[in-house]
């Protein structure tokens, strides 16, 4: 049996991300789980939501560029600190030790996360309340300890996975089947 | 030790909705993974990244109005069924029990899927090769059973969680700490 439960957004959990920006000459890092993927393809953009009166935002404006960070259930204490505590306020930026690549010094990696993507500013989709910043994936580089033959291994990444409803960070389970091959099953039953 | 690895999106595991839409006078049905969050407020807005190739665009672009069903894990072959199969060549909609709200005829729900959500067009972002439907959640239903006082039970949705690297649906795992929280500990040690 069903009930209405309002206007309820129910699209989570999301992937818990830390954007690192470049603000006032100081490196700033965000969390940030409304993200999304916008296509698949090169190039290959993505989104996050982040809210105007957040700090960082003017850093990604004026640079155009900003990094994305995917931290570990090691680094929950330190992910979650990075969205509790502002900019404005607080200087984040020697929290965990960082690294720039050459040409994007504006968008600071945090090296302890796994993976990390730098990202230039493709477009900005302005809601009322929010900044939609569209990133432009530029390079992606992972920890080798979470590759498997060049590919990322989600389960060594261990990801944390936001849940607005219960106000908790999840972790990942297991596998449970194979995309684009779990509903031939089906298809082959359909044929007879 | 850190690897480049491309432009690699690294952007997963994302949530596996099924977009419900009426194309031609029929129920359809997409499985999208390419899923975002845009904002946290009211109006609610959710994109979702569909391939100009897909059958779906169609209905969602005339109708203006769709519904995002979140399948359990027990829905797993249904779900990528959905998946891949084209609307174009077959018709999808009596694999699962279907229903459809007073006025939101075009939005055809799985009631199945223990989460269903109706969305008007908000907006449609322009890429190269896909269509972002942004959606604003008009009305959220959930059943019963993954309910707990009105809120969302995400365990209890048992939500399939999409990765590309892997190209496989994983589960959600336990919960790890708690949002706006966990951080609190770091917060008062950099205040001593």
Same mark, same amino acid.
């Given at each position: ?35 999304? !993927? ?26 155009? =560029? ?17 969205? !509790? ?51 432009? !994936? ?7 300890? =979470? %590759? ?6 989600? $389960? /060594? =990444? ?13 972790? %990942?389970?297991?596998? =449970?089947?194979?995309?684009?091959? $779990?509903?031939?099953? %089906? /298809?082959? /039953?359909?044929?007879?």
């Amino acid at each position: 049996m069903k009930q209405q439960i309002g206007k309820t957004n129910a699209l989570y959990p999301s992937l818990t991300t830390i954007l690192g920006t470049m603000v006032k000459g100081r490196p700033n890092f965000i969390t940030i789980a409304h993200v999304g !993927i916008m296509n698949h393809g090169d190039p290959q953009y993505l989104s996050f939501g982040v809210s105007k009166t957040h700090f960082s935002n003017q850093g990604i404006l004026e640079n155009k =560029v900003f990094s994305v960070n995917i931290p570990s259930r090691d680094l929950v204490t330190e992910t979650d600190y990075f969205g !509790i505590m502002t900019g404005k306020t607080t200087d984040k930026s020697s929290v965990l030790e960082t690294s720039v690549m050459d040409g994007y010094e504006a968008a600071p990696l945090l090296k302890r996360c796994p993976v990390n993507m730098i990202c230039k500013l493709a477009r900005t989709i302005d809601f009322e309340t929010h900044d939609i910043f569209i990133g432009e !994936i530029v390079a992606t580089y992972a920890d080798e300890a =979470v %590759l498997a033959d060049t590919k990322i291994d989600i $389960a /060594k =990444v261990d990801p944390l996975l936001f849940d607005m409803s219960s106000l908790k960070y999840w972790s %990942l389970g297991q596998p =449970v089947a194979g995309a684009w091959n $779990a509903g031939k099953a %089906l /298809k082959k /039953k359909q044929n007879e």
